[in-house]
C-alpha cells in the first residue's frame, strides 16, 4: 500500500511562486511514475504534469507548460511542484498520484490507482 502526503498549499498572490512537495511511503517509490492533478471547484479534476520513474521524462498540461516544474527526488522518496507567475485560475486542490506499473504515468486519473489527499492552493488577484 503507498500513501501519499501533499503539503505546501496556502493562499497566495497573482505573480507569486509556490512549491509543493507531495512525500511517499510504502512500496519502492523509484518505480512509481508519479504525477500532479488539481481540482477547481465545480470543475473535474485535470492533469498538471507527470514525471518517470528516474526523471528523465517530464510532461506538463498547456495551461502550466513555462510556469510550472515538476521533479523528483528518489533519496527522499518526495515528488515536488515548483509553481511560478500564479495565476487565479491555479487556485484548485493539488493531488499527487502514483502509478507503480508504468514508467511514465498517463494523463488520465483513472491511470493512477494511488492518491494523496490534496492540498489547498488559493491565489488571489
Known amino acids: 500500500q503507498v500513501t501519499l502526503v501533499e503539503s505546501g498549499g496556502r493562499l497566495a498572490q497573482a505573480g507569486e511562486s509556490l512549491s509543493l512537495s507531495c512525500v511517499a511511503s510504502g512500496g519502492t517509490f523509484s518505480a512509481y511514475a508519479m504525477g500532479w492533478f488539481r481540482q477547481a471547484p465545480g470543475k473535474e479534476r485535470e492533469f498538471v504534469a507527470n514525471?518517470?520513474?528516474?526523471?528523465?521524462?517530464?510532461y506538463y498540461s498547456a495551461s502550466v507548460k513555462g510556469r510550472f516544474t515538476i521533479s523528483r527526488d528518489n533519496t527522499k522518496n518526495t515528488v515536488y511542484l515548483q509553481m511560478n507567475s500564479l495565476k487565479p485560475e491555479d487556485t484548485a486542490v493539488y493531488y499527487c498520484?502514483?502509478?507503480?506499473?508504468?514508467?511514465?504515468?498517463?494523463?488520465?486519473?483513472?491511470?493512477?490507482?494511488?492518491w494523496g489527499q490534496g492540498t489547498q492552493v488559493t491565489v488571489s488577484s
Open positions: 514525471i518517470s520513474w528516474k526523471g528523465g521524462a517530464i
Open positions: 498520484a502514483a502509478d507503480p506499473h508504468h514508467e511514465i504515468g498517463g494523463q488520465r486519473d483513472a491511470q493512477y490507482p494511488y
